[in-house]
């Protein structure tokens, strides 16, 4: 183990301060929003960050992962967050709500946490296992969405597993907006166009989430009102609304307001033909 990652192994296993109750996590949250240089986003088992996130990425992570922790943990007891500073936070774990082992008295087995914010850069001390399933599954590429956004006011879901290009990218690909990015992927592909505001487009988010680990298809999710542009340019008139290509890149049909993911699958053409309740509108009627 090299000394940086004894480092932030040591700052890892040391003493931390649960934030029992909902306040209490609001509170550092708000510690961290008002100081938001130098936070590096990871989980532990991962690729490591080579850079910490910006304030918009920040932001985004701890509003994503708050909505989250929320929505599968509706009690207000037994911490999910824990601080190694209260009124300076510099090192926080963030429990996967759904195992939280010795953490909430569930269990005698010790977790490590699914996410940590750390003002270390965070290096792998892997001792050569394999990452658990459960972990690849639960993750569901966070991180990286977090960042997709704020750079490009987009979600792209990314499957466990996916490889990823290295180094800088050609200039025509640079220049491609981020619905024409994802459709390089060469699959049967959703993007929905929504935005955070949106109660529909919020709850839509946990049916995305699981559709992405399908390696078969590629999801993304457009934020339009980070993104105007893209409102005039897709032709989008309510949110959410959801519009499918086929591994061409060939527009296939739309959908405006909740689908389930079966319904989304049966537009993708990954399911058999069945009677689908909220069937996507064709292009050429629109």
């Known amino acids: 183990m ?6 932030f192994s040591q700052h890892l296993h040391g003493k931390f301060i649960g934030m029992l109750h909902w306040p209490q996590l609001d509170e550092l949250w708000l510690k961290v929003k008002a100081e938001p240089q130098g936070w590096y986003a990871s989980q532990p088992g991962q690729v490591e960050p080579a850079a ?12 994503e992962i708050d909505a989250l922790l929320r929505r599968e943990h509706k009690q207000d007891f037994c911490g999910i967050v824990y601080a190694d500073n209260r009124e300076q936070p510099g090192f926080i774990k963030i429990y996967d709500p ?20 750390s003002r270390i850069k965070p290096v792998s001390s892997s001792n050569g296992k394999p990452t658990p399933w459960w972990r690849s599954l639960a993750t569901l590429s966070m991180v990286a969405t977090v960042v997709a956004a704020a750079l490009l006011g987009a979600w792209l879901y990314t499957p466990p597993g996916t490889k990823t290009s290295s180094g800088s990218e050609p200039a025509s690909v640079v220049a491609l907006d981020a619905v024409q990015r994802v459709l390089l992927a060469g699959k049967p592909t959703i993007i929905e166009f929504g935005a955070n505001n949106c109660v529909s487009c919020r709850e ?12 078969r298809i590629a999801v993304a999710d457009v934020d339009i ?14 949110m959410p609304t959801q519009v499918f290509y086929n591994a061409q890149g060939e527009e296939t049909g739309r959908h405006m307001g909740k689908i389930s993911a079966d319904d989304i699958l049966a537009q993708l053409g990954m399911l058999e033909p069945g009677t689908v309740q909220n069937p996507a509108t064709p292009k050429a009627t629109l």
């Open 98 to 117: 759904h195992n939280m082992g010795s953490f909430c008295s569930c269990s005698s087995t010790p977790v490590e946490p699914l996410w940590v914010l």
């Open 204 to 215: 839509m988010k946990p049916v995305l989430l699981a559709l992405a680990q399908d390696p």
């Open 225 to 238: 009102l980070k993104e105007r542009g893209y409102i005039s340019k897709y032709q989008i008139r309510l």
């Open 52 to 63: 910490p996130l910006d304030a918009e990425a920040l932001r985004h992570f701890i509003d």
């Open 2 to 7: 090299t000394q940086a990652a004894s480092a």
